[in-house]
Each structure stands twice: as structure tokens, then as C-alpha cells.
């Protein structure tokens, strides 16, 4: 380890300031650009000791956790409380521009789609059973050390509202001093806890759950690995005026208020296309939508997601058709062939992406496109694809739905060339 002083120059893709030095870059977090800091340097990384030149940008942190000063970084559930809205903001968007721009991909960029405080209805913490009680919260920053919480200004008010009866429930689920993790997910009909990789959950712990849970208000279901252990109600949530219920620990989108620019973008794109495709679907977050006016086919690889969209299309009123097919479309992406038969195309896929099926989609005619994407750079690799067989993007929208973090949606829309 040694010691030094350097001056940041910009934030890398992570949100850490970074340092140019004769052996490349240093990366410092919780820093910002034209900030001058001594650090104790360990390879290329960096730990602030003391700053002698502030960056005006840099402003007083919103939660306690985060860190006094916005610099120790003590919960590591933010990394960007400690910058401005002006600098944070275009952050986010710059994260969406250089990845395009490092696939020559020139598109216009809508403004972003902020995001505010108290609006995630989706958080995932991280729990551990001491002598002293349970730790609830999130690892300290570059550690596994769990800082305990007892307010989250990014969570919706019926999560942290909550914060004692979650606490409860996973005391009486854990056993042993083995960490563990938990998705609190707000529902129209209470919260949805989905615990992951508690162990020895025996009969004993099922009933300390069942007896919590009976004595609590606003817990809808609990499970444990995708297992259901007790559900007083159906989870349900809202798509677009469709009620479903997803499965335990399912995916959805982290705010609502994300989730619904989203779809107005995808919906707006769509226009009156009477036959769509929606790939990589979940639970139906565009496809119950689009349904209102199009025949759709929702294609996903997790089953237990599909059966809850499938569930829902059954029940509800007003929609036009909706099908559904399990398949695994990083292995088996639908085909030029199969594609042909669709107005439009959504597809909304993990983290690494579509690569494979954006090949299919660029031979496969389809007059409209909207892509949907979690990891610009990915998502730039896809565009790419498409435009190169004669795609014009016509609209690039990013999107902030995790708040002072450096994650970031995107929906890009293309129609073919004539």
C-alpha cells in the first residue's frame, strides 16, 4: 500500500472517480471529477484519505448510511448520493451515448427518465442472525460486512414502513449466523418476501414463520428458494389495468414509475400493429399491455413467470389474444422464419443481452422493433446488428429506476428502411 495525491478526472462506468497515472487508470469511489484527494492506493485502487479540492458538484448525502461526509461509503446500496442531480443525471445518460458511440451508432437521445426518491417497490437485502439480533440492510461498500438499517430513502414508504415486521419474519426463518438474501417486493396486496439461501429451514422454522406471519399486517406471501411457505394473499401487481400475480422471487420491474414510461415508449412504437411478439416476456409486463390492441405471443424460458402471464391474459377482459411459449431463446431463438408473421417485435433481455436473436430479427423482415435493455453496452452490440441490415433507430430513451446507482434502462425503437 501507498499513499498519494491525485485529482479525478471523470467517473467511470461504475460511478468510481477516476485518475489518469503513467500506469493507467485509478479508480477512487466515492469521488468526483475535478476533485483533489490524498488516497492510500493499493494497486489501482484507491482509498480517500482527506480532500483538498471539493468538487462543487458534490453535495450532502440523503440517507444516514451512506456516510457522513458522502465519502466512506458506509452502506453500499448507493455509490452516487454524494453527487449532484446535474452531474448524476447526465452520468446516467453518457453511460447510454458512449456505448452507442463506441459502436459508431449515431442516435438522437431523448432526455433521461428520472428517477426519485422513495419509488423502488422492488429492494433486495442482505441478512444475518447475530447474538445481538438480526442484520438487515445492504454490505457495506467493498465488503461483506452487512450495515443494519433502519431507513432507506430510495424504498417505497410500505417497504420501509415495514422494516420491523420483514425483521421479524426472517428471524424466525434463519437458523444459524449464515448469511442470506431477501426481495421485499410491495404488491397491491401487501409485501412479497422471496428469501434466498437460508439454511436447514426444517418444520420448526416453517411454523415460526406461519405464527409471524399470522401475527403481523401487510405480509401477502413469504417463500424460500421459489418454495411458498405461507401466502395469507395472492401478490398482485398491475399491467397496465391486467392483475398478476408473479411467481415467488420473480422478476419485475424495480418502480412502477419506470415500468409505465417504459411501456408508454414500447406502446407508442407499436402503434396499431395487429400481430406482436414479446421476447423474453417475464410475467407480461409489456405483453398484457399490448394485448389491448394486438394479438400477441409472449415467449419466455422460465415456466413458473409464463404460467403466471398465461394465468392473468385467462382472466382479464378486453384483450385481443394472447399465447404463450416456453423457450429458451439464448439456445433457441425464434427464427427469420418464425418472425416473419409479426407487425412488430419487443424483446426486453437480461443483462447479456440478445445477440443471437437480433441476428434472426435482422433477416427476419419485421417492419418494428423495440428493444429494451438493462446494460447499454449490450444493447449497443444488438443495435448494432440490427442496423447493419438496415434498421433506422428512432428513438433512444434512457432511464433511471435505480436511484444514485450506476445501472440504467434504455428503449430503443427501429423501424426497417424502406
Not at 404488491?187 to 420448526?204: I, M, P, W
Not at 446494460?375 to 433512444?396: H, Q, S
Request: proline share 5%; hydrophobic share 40%; aromatic share 4%.
Amino acid at each position: 500500500m501507498s499513499t498519494e495525491t491525485v485529482t479525478i478526472s471523470r467517473l467511470g462506468s461504475g460511478g468510481d472517480g477516476i485518475a489518469s497515472g503513467p500506469e493507467g487508470p485509478l479508480y477512487v469511489p466515492f469521488t468526483l471529477p475535478g476533485e483533489t484527494v490524498a488516497i492510500a492506493r493499493v494497486k489501482n485502487h484507491g482509498t480517500v484519505i482527506s480532500t483538498s479540492a471539493a468538487s462543487p458538484d458534490r453535495i450532502a448525502p440523503a440517507c444516514p448510511h451512506f456516510g457522513p461526509d458522502g465519502r466512506n461509503g458506509t452502506c453500499g446500496g448507493c455509490s452516487l448520493q454524494h453527487a449532484s442531480d446535474g452531474l448524476y443525471h447526465a452520468f446516467k445518460r453518457g453511460l447510454v451515448a458512449d456505448a452507442l458511440k463506441s459502436k459508431g451508432i449515431a442516435a438522437e437521445m431523448a432526455p433521461l427518465v428520472i428517477a426519485r426518491p422513495g419509488e423502488r417497490r422492488r429492494v433486495v437485502f442482505t441478512a444475518r442472525r447475530t447474538e445481538k439480533g438480526l442484520l438487515l440492510g445492504f454490505n457495506q461498500a467493498g465488503s461483506h460486512h452487512i450495515v443494519d438499517i433502519d431507513q432507506c430513502p430510495i424504498s417505497r414508504p410500505g417497504i420501509v414502513g415495514k422494516l420491523d415486521a420483514i425483521r421479524a419474519v426472517a428471524t424466525a426463518l434463519s437458523t444459524d449466523s449464515q448469511g442470506f438474501r431477501l426481495t421485499v417486493l410491495e404488491t397491491l396486496s401487501g409485501l412479497d418476501l422471496a428469501f434466498e439461501g437460508v439454511r436447514k429451514v426444517g418444520d420448526r422454522q416453517r411454523r415460526a414463520v406461519t405464527e409471524c406471519v399470522l401475527g403481523l399486517r401487510g405480509i401477502t406471501r413469504v417463500s424460500h428458494d421459489g418454495e411458498i411457505l405461507i401466502e395469507p394473499q395472492k401478490p398482485q401487481i398491475d399491467f397496465g389495468g391486467v392483475l398478476v400475480s408473479p411467481p415467488p422471487g420473480g422478476f419485475t420491474q424495480a418502480t412502477k414509475e419506470a415500468e409505465d414510461a417504459m411501456a408508454a415508449l414500447v406502446l407508442g412504437h407499436i402503434g396499431k400493429a395487429k400481430r406482436v411478439a414479446d421476447l423474453f416476456a417475464g410475467s407480461g409486463t409489456f405483453a398484457l399491455r399490448m394485448a389491448r390492441s394486438a394479438r400477441v405471443h409472449a415467449v419466455e424460458g422460465d415456466e413458473k413467470a409464463l404460467k403466471a402471464l398465461d394465468h392473468a391474459a385467462r382472466h382479464a377482459q378486453g384483450l385481443k389474444g394472447v399465447t404463450v411459449e416456453k423457450r429458451d431463446l439464448f439456445r433457441r431463438p425464434l427464427m427469420a422464419s418464425e418472425l416473419k408473421v409479426f407487425d412488430a417485435v419487443v424483446f426486453d433481455p437480461p443483462r447479456a443481452g440478445a445477440e443471437d436473436q437480433c441476428r434472426e430479427l435482422a433477416r427476419s423482415g419485421v417492419k418494428k422493433i423495440a428493444a429494451v435493455s438493462c446494460n447499454p453496452v449490450t444493447l449497443a452490440r444488438d443495435l448494432a446488428i440490427l442496423t447493419a441490415a438496415g434498421y433506422r433507430i428512432t428513438g433512444v430513451t434512457p432511464i433511471d429506476q435505480f436511484l444514485w446507482s450506476s445501472h440504467v434502462e434504455t428503449v430503443a425503437t427501429l423501424e426497417l428502411s424502406k
